[in-house]
């Protein structure tokens, strides 16, 4: 895709802003961009005087929300104006209006976004002294679970720079989530959406230790984790479910079945659990699949070869260690489990409950 800058949209979500809105958006058009949306996402009459000011820009529009919905919900209402208005753009580029984000950058992102054709995200260098040690934290802990829960490997999974080819739009404005969330529900659905992603060093800046950020680390954070929380606390039902059910199995029956015990247990274990398991992903963690005869069928084609893999695992490693006590084969099984448990929660998004 050739790279022409008049075919980009700069989009800067905005919540009760101060002047630095206005330097962030003089500093785009400084760059050379020649049309920028700015959300004003419900901060109410006091904040009316800035709006105004970049209303008198040149090539600048700006949608308003009448009450506090998101960043997710404003960036989602710039994609869906832009799409029905600017048929033409080639791509978006997102940028906060905090002054994190320098022109050099977003241009720079918006160029390789078109040379490799996939969405851009400007990555953060946090292993600098001057990152705040919440947001050093924060991100570290999220890149951490998003490479052990989705293979996905992002050093910056909370940036707010994200070049955007434009023909994702119409996609990215149905993405569920208003408000931070929305934007890690967005890499989520990236590999759905069939949007290639690659990371763009960009420089890191913090202003006054990042005062500005409306960022709630505790109700924001429970919300970006939100769909991993929900399979954690299905799974760790269906878990205990399994291994009492297990334990007790070996306890009562072990003797009698000698080296049939574990798959015996293993099996009927299995099958109570996962149909604790099924309910609660389809009704509340994916709500996808809507052909429930398909999904459950995809559920199973899954659980029995895990299963299967759970029971194999623990003999051997039962018998590797020559172990017979109840207690380590299911402390075994525990460990075992877990690795498990992360290559089953990406299937279950991906295939078991897929939307499409």
Known sequence: MRFDQNGITVVVPSYKPDDKLLSTVSG?????????????????KDYNHIFDKVREMPNCTVLVHE????????????????????PDRLGVVTADGDGQHLPKDILACAREMCEQECAILGSRDFSQAHVP???RMGNR????VFLAFCGLRITDT???????PARFLPELASIKGDRYEYETNM?????????KMKEHTIETVYIDNNSASHFNAVRDSIRIYSLILKYVFSSACATITDLLVFYLFIKLF????????????TVVARVISSLVNYTVNRNVVFGGGKNEGLTILRYYALAIP???CSAGCVSLLGALFGTKFPVLITLIKMVVDTVLFLVTFRVQREWVFRKK
């Open 141 to 144: 802990i999220t890149s951490f």
């Open 254 to 265: 072990g003797a009698q079945l000698g080296t049939a015990a574990v798959l015996t247990a």
């Open 28 to 44: 785009i058009l400084d760059a050379g961009f020649t049309d920028v949306c700015v959300v004003d996402d419900g901060g109410g």
């Open 158 to 164: 909370q940036t707010g720079l994200r070049a955007l």
């Open 67 to 86: 009450v506090n919905r998101g960043k997710g919900a404003a960036l989602k209402t710039a994609f869906a104006y832009i799409a029905k208005n600017r």
């Open 306 to 308: 895990v299963m299967l």
């Open 133 to 135: 040690a919440r947001s």
């Open 187 to 195: 890499l989520l659905e990236a590999k759905r959406m069939g949007m």
